[in-house]
Structures are given as C-alpha cells and as structure tokens.
C-alpha cells in the first residue's frame, strides 16, 4: 500500500496550489480520503474529506471558501485545490485513506506560503 503526495512548495499569500495523491496497492474507489495538515508542535487536523462513491465532501471551517477536495477514482488519485492562500496555511499536509480495517497515510508534502 503506498500514498504519494506531490505538489506542495513556496507560493505567495493569495496563491493557490493543487496538491495531488496518488494511490496504489488497495481498491482506491472503496476508500473515504481526507486532507490533513500538521505543523510542529500541533496536532494533525482535518482540512478535508472527500467519500469513496458520492463524492460529498467535508471542509475545516478554516478553509471552507477556498479549498477544495476532489478524487478521479479511475486515475487513484485525490486532489485539494488551494486557492486564496494565507501564511497559517503553511504546514505538512498529508493524505490518508480510510476503509474497514485499513487506513493508510503518505509521507506529507510541505506547503509554505510566505512573500
């Protein structure tokens, strides 16, 4: 089972950037995927969740408005979409799938939004 994360980097406050997760070793279409993020010193929270079959999606309040998760179960890939962003945005984001017995996380992608 591996998850891999791409796409994070520096980017300037009211940037956007589109992190990707591509899944592989596990029946990705089953599975409920989520956003997390972490910085040192805190806890690891929710930014967004996305479920396996109907796609309704879930957002921390702190990005509802400009994030935005999405999935292509045909390419095992999930996305978060970040538009608008702010310096309390940078953090190690992380994904994790979620099924029955099986939860699964990547290795996290750092994200940096400075001037």
């Known amino acids: 089972v591996q998850l891999v994360e791409s796409g994070g980097g520096l980017v300037q406050p009211g940037g ?4 990707s997760c591509a899944g592989s070793g596990f029946t990705f279409s089953r599975y409920f995927m989520s956003w997390y993020r972490q910085v040192p010193g805190k806890e ?10 109907d796609g309704i999606t879930n957002y921390a309040d702190s990005v509802k408005g400009r994030f935005t998760i999405s999935r292509d179960n045909a390419k095992n890939t999930v996305y978060l979409q970040m538009n ?3 310096p309390e945005d940078t953090a190690v984001y992380y994904c994790n799938a979620r099924w029955l017995s099986g939860d699964y996380w990547g290795q996290g992608t750092q994200v940096t939004v400075s001037s």
């Open 84 to 86: 608008s962003l702010k």
């Open 16 to 19: 956007s950037r589109r992190l």
């Open 44 to 53: 690891r929270e929710l930014v967004a969740a996305i479920t396996s079959v």
